[in-house]
């Protein structure tokens, strides 16, 4: 622990650069508390806090503009791609989507102090389309107010962070395995965070295939659209679905029959959001619903592809 420290003070800028930037890619890496720790060492002179500050800044940039980047070429698809890989739950992109739609690109300002919000939101500018010299002034803005909060804070308390410190260096490898455990804990405690709420939306899911079936038999099922605002923003709805954008079941879907055939999508990993709402209808007893499978992804593959179109009658009942 003696040598680590050491590396702090003689390598202490390039070790900020790697861990803020390993974090603001997106790894469970936390890198707040090394900035409290090199603002702590600034106030004593084993770092210069400026190029703490600069190095903090230029990482948080260098990965904001990448998932800017991607957002732009790949769109919704990199959202996805956030979610099944991140250790949050999957319903973390319909929640930002609509508060970044809210607030605009000033949600970057504080976006890196909320988990999970600041990985989603680099991407979801560049999928709706923020103009790269808006989006690089609050990235800038909003890495200058995270990374220097890190280092203010080291700095007002430096006295306990040095305690600290000087605690963890007489305690030799066995504060190395504390610090181990510690961060095995949070990966596991989100780990098993996602697998709950994973479990809180498993229901039975309809094919594409199935629902084809449904309709060649002449079923009129029922399409609701459950994605967020912003989502309903990026790609357009299947026509005549009737929207849902959280809470309660609104009049409109209240009133609708419960013995027809309710099929509710969205365009979230794992058809989690879709899945809530359906099970939000059953519980309401509106027991023939069921997400779709593959959500709209898989409606505009099997329904909007040139050679095949939904019958217009199926169309207008929905």
Partial sequence: MANLILL??????????????????GLPIPAFPVLIVAGAMSVDGDAHWPAVLGVALVAC??????????????????LKLLCK??????????????????????????AKFIPGFNTIAPPLAGAMGTRT??????????????????????????TSVDQVLDILSTMGTTALIVLGVLLLLFVSFKYVERKRFHQSVDIERI?????????????????????????QMLDPAVPGALLFNGGDPNAEIIALDKGRHII???SCPNDVTAAHVAKGLIGHGYHLAR???????AWNAAFRAPTESLPEDNTASA
């Avoid at 940039?61 to 990199?78: E, N, Q, T």
């Avoid at 997400?291 to 992804?297: F, M, N, V, Y």
């Fill in 8 to 25: 702090l003070q003689e390598y202490g800028v390039l070790i900020v650069f790697g861990i803020v930037l390993v974090e603001q890619i």
């Fill in 61 to 78: 940039l260098i990965s904001d503009y990448f998932w800017f980047r991607a957002g732009r070429y790949y769109g919704k698809r990199i």
């Fill in 85 to 110: 890989i991140s250790l949050s739950p999957d319903y973390c992109v319909s929640q930002t989507e609509d508060n970044f739609n809210r607030w605009g690109p000033k949600a970057l300002i504080v």
């Fill in 133 to 158: 010299s808006v989006f690089l002034g609050f990235s800038v803005l909003g890495g200058l107010v995270w990374s220097g909060a890190g280092i203010a804070i080291g700095a007002f308390f430096h």
């Fill in 207 to 231: 094919t594409i295939d199935d629902l084809k079936q449904l309709l060649e038999q002449g079923g009129e099922p029922i399409l609701v659209d459950a994605r967020s605002v912003t989502a």
């Fill in 264 to 266: 509710v999508y969205c």
């Fill in 291 to 297: 997400p779709l499978h593959g959500g709209l992804e």
